[in-house]
């Protein structure tokens, strides 16, 4: 299924709305025959530790399969907040009290680095700290959020404050959910510009930023690795994989990806978006108060919020766990969006697109080294500070400058037996989620 010409705009484009004003640029694709060190993949996570590598003295290219920022780095909805969405209340279980305590408070970390880093390095990011909405999908939801409330504040430092659904209206334009909670300790920014400007740092302070490089194997030769690439081979004496949703082989699976390893212990998941044409005026603001971000308590979940400039809505979910088109999913989404703000039923659609998210097993996010390769991935859909986070802190073992211990270095983690990175379970495991939601739904 296509767009409907009731809903596509004159100007339709299936491409990320970010690309308007910050399109990935294209750079040199010259593949040097040595480094120090090889940083494998160009969005936050690679970028931010190419920059943190440079700040301590080392020589570091960074490769990407595409354009640099071109993956889900400039393509995510530009939702900016600490923590771990999905790591459950089993983590003290799995980890013992202690260390789950240091994981929520290493994730939590996450968000003032964010902040200090684009402040450090004047990027133009449209960054506000603008806060966030959790709505809840049912009543009960509401009263999981109130009891954790008082906790997440003080892990985060940041306050909590519960809104009733007779009150929705002050966090949110809409009567489809039943209250929710408003967190202060978050933001919003333009992800490519983000991307954009991360790189540029990262080019300023000496990082060498190479395109259209396809990585597809690492060996250890000598002291160092010999990496296998489609321009040839290139040594380097510590290599950074840092792929996260896009460490698949060019043919799906493990096979021909830079770490198979890794892709292995990744679940990538597309996650779809789109942005509506320009709203009238006064429209954002009744739909947004405050223009906070938002992200429901669904198991399949919505996330949306107004564009930088005020203009427009962008809205992102689990339009589909199959291989849909940008142009299939975007009248899910649509559809999606009008439940909740029902005024927007004759709004079309301007822009279309998806970008992979890398989900693991045990629903947290991992930095460690594997025969000799470092890595950094598993940002559970929530990466913009965390996948930053990630890499600098991937960057400091790295280069042995570590000065304290970081929670989420050398976790177990784990796979599933017989998987290859594709996961083709998906949409049996959407479908079950979907069957709850609506169940949840219901029953409230």
């Not at 999905?86 to 680095?113: V, Y």
């Not at 949703?245 to 779809?272: D, E, N």
């Not at 603001?285 to 938002?294: C, E, G, K, N, T």
């Not at 589909?320 to 439940?339: G, K, N």
């Amino acid at each position: 299924m296509s767009i409907p010409s009731s809903l596509r705009a004159p100007d339709f484009k299936a491409a990320p709305y970010w690309w308007d004003a910050a399109e990935p640029p294209r750079r040199d694709a010259t593949l040097p025959a040595h480094v120090a060190v090889a940083v494998v993949g160009g969005g936050y996570a690679g970028l931010s530790a190419a920059l943190t590598l440079r700040r301590l003295g080392h020589e570091v290219v960074v490769l990407d399969a595409e354009r640099i920022g071109w993956g889900a780095s400039s393509r995510n909805g530009g939702m900016v907040s600490g923590g771990l969405k999905l790591a459950g209340a089993d983590l003290a279980k799995r980890h013992g009290a202690a260390k789950a305590q240091a994981i929520l408070e290493t994730a939590a970390a996450s968000f003032p680095f964010v902040e200090e880093l684009i402040a450090r390095e004047g990027i133009d990011c449209d960054y506000r700290r603008s806060g966030r909405f959790n709505p809840a999908w049912t009543p009960a939801h509401y009263q999981a959020m109130a009891a954790r409330a008082e906790k997440l504040a003080a892990l985060t430092g940041h306050p909590t404050r519960m809104v009733p659904r007779e009150r929705q209206r002050e966090a949110l334009g809409s009567d489809h959910y039943h209250g929710g909670m408003i967190a202060d300790g978050a933001g919003s920014l333009h992800p490519g510009k983000y991307a954009r400007g991360l790189a540029e740092a990262a080019e300023r302070a000496g990082a060498r930023l190479v395109d259209g490089v396809r990585v597809s194997g690492i060996r250890q030769q000598g002291s160092g690795f010999r990496l296998a690439t489609d321009k040839g081979e290139m040594a380097a004496d510590a290599v950074l994989v840092a792929t996260n949703g896009y460490s698949r082989g060019p043919g799906g699976g493990s096979a021909g990806g830079a770490m198979p390893w890794l892709a292995k212990r990744l679940l990538p998941i597309a996650s779809y978006i789109i942005a509506t044409e320009p709203l009238e005026p006064g429209l954002i603001d009744r739909l947004f108060p405050h223009r906070r971000v938002v992200g429901d308590s669904r198991r399949v979940l919505n996330y949306f919020r107004a564009s930088p400039d005020g203009n427009r809505v962008v809205w992102g979910g689990r339009a589909s766990f199959r291989d849909a088109s940008d142009e299939e999913a975007a009248p899910t989404l649509h559809r999606m969006m009008t439940e909740v703000f029902p005024e927007l039923k004759r709004t079309r659609i301007t822009h279309a697109w998806s970008g992979n998210v890398a989900f693991t097993f045990d629903f947290l996010p991992h930095i460690g080294v594997q025969d000799g390769v470092h890595y950094a991935a598993g940002c559970q859909g929530s990466g913009v500070a965390m996948a930053s986070w990630l890499g600098h802190n991937a960057a400091l073992k790295l280069a042995g400058a570590a000065n304290r211990d970081f929670a989420l270095d050398s976790l177990n983690f784990p796979t599933m037996p017989f998987y290859d990175g594709t996961p083709w379970f998906l949409p049996l495991v959407g479908g079950w989620y979907r069957l709850r939601d609506r169940m949840d739904r219901l029953g409230a």
